[in-house]
């Protein structure tokens, strides 16, 4: 796929979207869940949300959730997502280009799962500002691929930080939260035409002190 880097987001999110499925895998990112199934609830904030199967999970597991995306189709997507499994009470959706702003507020949970662009995206500096709204005991938890299966648009010399490179970047104080994991998970996967592959997850999981 030919993506020009300089495309505006809006606009390549919007058009991505319109010409996806509303459907759904109806499943939460694998990470998500083994991460969070087991933690108390509160307010998560999920960056990207794409068309809400995350969202919808924490939201059903007792989570409140407040759901940033640039696009308003996905938002469109999710919301219809949270509304057929009877969560929209819980969800607040947000229309955000997460570079310019955030939602507001303090946070139990900081998500971002693949919260990822082909078009420049100064995604470093939004993670570090939701990492600043977590609360003491919250979980900043994010994932982003760590190797590229064949349905994958990144480019194919593309150099997929470690884990631990991937958390130098956010310089975070480390002082100031308990590592959980960082760390390559790897898993089956299907691709957006059914394809199957193994694929590595890279993830930084902290909780803050
Ligand atoms: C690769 S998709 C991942 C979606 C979802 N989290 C998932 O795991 O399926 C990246 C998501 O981030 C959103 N996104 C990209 N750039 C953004 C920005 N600047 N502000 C807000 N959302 C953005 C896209 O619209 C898209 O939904």
């Known amino acids: 796929m030919n993506i020009d880097p300089k495309m505006d987001p809006r606009k390549f999110w919007e058009e991505t979207y319109e010409k996806a499925s509303p459907k759904t895998s109806g499943k939460p ?7 969070v199934k087991d933690r ?7 960056l990207g949300c794409g068309k809400g199967d995350d969202a919808v999970w924490l939201a059903k597991q007792g989570w409140t959730v407040t759901a940033a995306d640039i696009s308003e189709t996905a938002l469109g997507y999710a919301k219809a997502n949270a509304k057929r499994n009877g969560v929209e009470s819980q969800i607040t959706f947000e229309a955000h280009d997460l570079t310019k702003s955030l939602p507001e507020g303090v946070f ?19 993670l570090i500002k ?41 310089a975070l104080d480390t002082g100031r939260w308990c590592e959980i994991a960082v760390d390559n ?3 089956m996967a299907t691709g957006p035409k059914g394809e199957k592959g193994s694929v590595i997850d890279t993830v930084i999981a902290l909780e803050r002190l």
Do not use: K, N
């Open 40 to 46: 108390p609830t509160g307010h998560a904030l999920e």
């Open 185 to 187: 998970f790897e898993r």
């Open 29 to 35: 990112s694998a990470i998500l869940e083994r991460f």
């Open 108 to 126: 139990d949970l900081v998500t971002a799962q693949f919260l990822q662009s082909p078009v420049e995206f100064a995604r470093e500096a939004v």
């Open 130 to 170: 939701a990492a600043a709204m977590i609360a003491t005991g919250g979980l900043l938890l994010i994932t982003t691929h760590g190797s590229r299966p064949s349905w994958s648009w990144a480019p194919e010399d593309t150099i997929y930080p470690t884990p631990q490179e991937a958390l130098a970047a956010l």
